[in-house]
């Protein structure tokens, strides 16, 4: 188990690329929502959803982030606000593909920073990801008060962990930990792949 950490999956999008719910969308026999929760469960003792509006097809925790913006941001801030360990764990639930052994190796550069990433082809991976409350919490608070709500641009004034695709290839060769479904057609190639 990873210690000290809360697990959010966030579930929270308007999907308007995928055209439909995302964290109903059917992967493999089961829900994309039901495949982030069984990775994560063995992992992590607290997981909680991030979403737009009540949710029945879970019995994890819900947090509502209270607004009409989609800005992952403020979804990650209303769940820090809420938490009571010190570190956050973000997965989108369009990433089917996390490793475990990922989370665990990002987990364990948390000392001494306020966030662990991924660099996956040269860019900066937001999720799966580490936040830590402490600092985090307010930098976000600070930065969606003034409309600034791009997760991204806060990242350069944090104390940042950056694992390279080095460091992460041998326990994910082809970085699929880092996939999102953004379209049907994202979808449709990823399930063309498995045949």
Known sequence: MIENCTA????????????????????????LLARAEQRLKPLFSNIVVSVRSRRDDTLLPQVFDGSDDRAPMLGIAAVLETIHTDWLCVVGVD????????????????????????EVEGHLQPMPAFYAKQACLPAMQSRIAQGRRSLMRLIPSLNTAILTEKELRPLDPGLRSFVDFDTPEDLHADITQLL
Request: aromatic residues 4%; proline residues 4%; without cysteine.
């Open 8 to 31: 959010v999956i966030l579930a929270g999008g308007q999907s308007r690329r995928m055209g439909q719910d995302k964290a109903s969308l059917i992967f493999e026999g089961q829900s």
């Open 95 to 118: 990433m089917p593909f996390v490793v475990p052994a990922v989370l665990q190796q990002m987990a364990a550069q948390r000392a001494g920073h306020d966030a662990v990433l991924a």
